[in-house]
């Protein structure tokens, strides 16, 4: 069985290369790739409209985005992703300290809830953000169904893993700030 920073340690990871990037390299990229968008949906949305429009215009741009790409290349990757080193397997890498589930790339569930979330979840986030652009009442509607969308598929993700939390690395940064903290906006926003 090959070495691997991932839990448990018994995961069978046969690919497995170790990232070239420090954690603070790729914690920068994805900052700065999260900035891009941002940036993004504020020169595309008319600054004369509310702000609460801005923010939720921002919040579902941004979504639509990390969901049909970020999370579309670990479905098209997941069997290699473990032995690959481009900076956005390097990110998934990172990231699965906190779900060695997204390394292994064998579970069912997580398979289910990444698809549904990219085919979905991120075209109803992209179809969310366009309404609230033109300013059409669908918005509503869109965005009802789309956090609704976001709340049931965290929510199940929180309660399969976190009972023994065996696939996340013990460390409370992995823990509190990966696994729970860098999904916890998709409960706390849609709530």
Known sequence: ?????????????????????STFELLVAAGSMM?????????L????????????FSWFFVNG??????????LVNRKTLAGQNDLLAEMWKEYGHADSRYIAGTDNLLLTLETLTIFIWG???????????????????????ASMC????????YIVDLPEAINCNPSPVYFWVYFIG?????ILVSA
């Open 45 to 56: 949305f008319n600054t004369s409209k509310k702000a609460t429009s801005q923010a939720r």
């Open 65 to 74: 985005f990390m969901h049909c790409g970020f999370e579309l290349y670990w």
């Open 35 to 43: 900035m891009i968008l941002l940036i993004s949906s504020v020169l």
């Open 150 to 157: 976001h709340l049931f598929s965290c929510t199940l993700y």
């Open 1 to 21: 069985m090959a070495s691997h920073p991932y839990y448990p340690t018994t995961l069978d990871i046969p690919l497995y290369v170790p990232n070239t990037r």
């Open 123 to 145: 075209p109803l986030c992209i179809a969310s953000a366009y309404y609230i652009l033109k300013g059409s009442y669908k918005q509503y509607s869109f965005q009802l169904f």
């Open 182 to 186: 860098f999904n916890a906006p998709w």
